[in-house]
């Protein structure tokens, strides 16, 4: 069976370009939001079924949210770190966010916060869909434990 997942992270108020995201990538299993917009899911219209995860960024001063979530061997025996990145200082480079990868022992670290696309490491790996105001996300396809694939995309 495979697993897909809808991957956004700063969307800032494009609650347009969101609910156009999700309508084009149904069907999918789970949508993550690494943060920085949080609030614009809740205007969105998402599938019934469709797990929903988010974490609080930088800008969600108001939100509830946790600003990162640890999930251990939920998603096809995987340990998955959610997080922004702000707390992180991903801006300045990535040796902080891969020690807490290390200290949590994920296998995989999904991050927002520096507006750049990112796909890097064997174990972690470390998949950052980039800045969703100008368009960009990424798409998790599971096929088992072993094998994940990690796509950019771009909203035409």
Not at 25 to 30: A, G, L, T
Not at 58 to 75: A, G
Not at 90 to 117: M, N, P, W, Y
Request: with cysteine.
């Amino acid at each position: 069976m495979t697993e897909k997942i809808l991957v956004v992270s700063d969307t800032h108020g494009r609650r347009d370009n969101l609910q156009s995201c999700i309508d084009i990538n149904y069907p999918f299993d789970m949508i993550i939001h690494c943060g920085d917009g949080v609030k614009d899911l809740r205007g969105a219209h998402v599938p019934d079924g469709v797990i929903i995860l988010a974490v609080a960024g930088n800008t969600d001063i108001y939100s509830s949210l946790d600003e990162e979530l640890f999930l251990t061997e939920i998603i096809e025996g995987k340990n998955v770190l959610i997080t922004h990145g702000h707390r992180y200082n991903v801006k300045s480079g990535l040796h902080t966010i891969l020690k807490a990868a290390g200290e949590f022992r994920a296998d995989v670290v999904l991050f927002g916060h520096t507006h750049q696309s990112h796909l890097s490491g064997d174990g972690p790996v470390l998949f950052n869909p980039g800045d969703f105001s100008t368009g960009n996300y990424g798409i998790i396809s599971i096929q088992d434990k072993n094998r994940w694939m990690f796509e950019h995309r771009r909203l035409n």
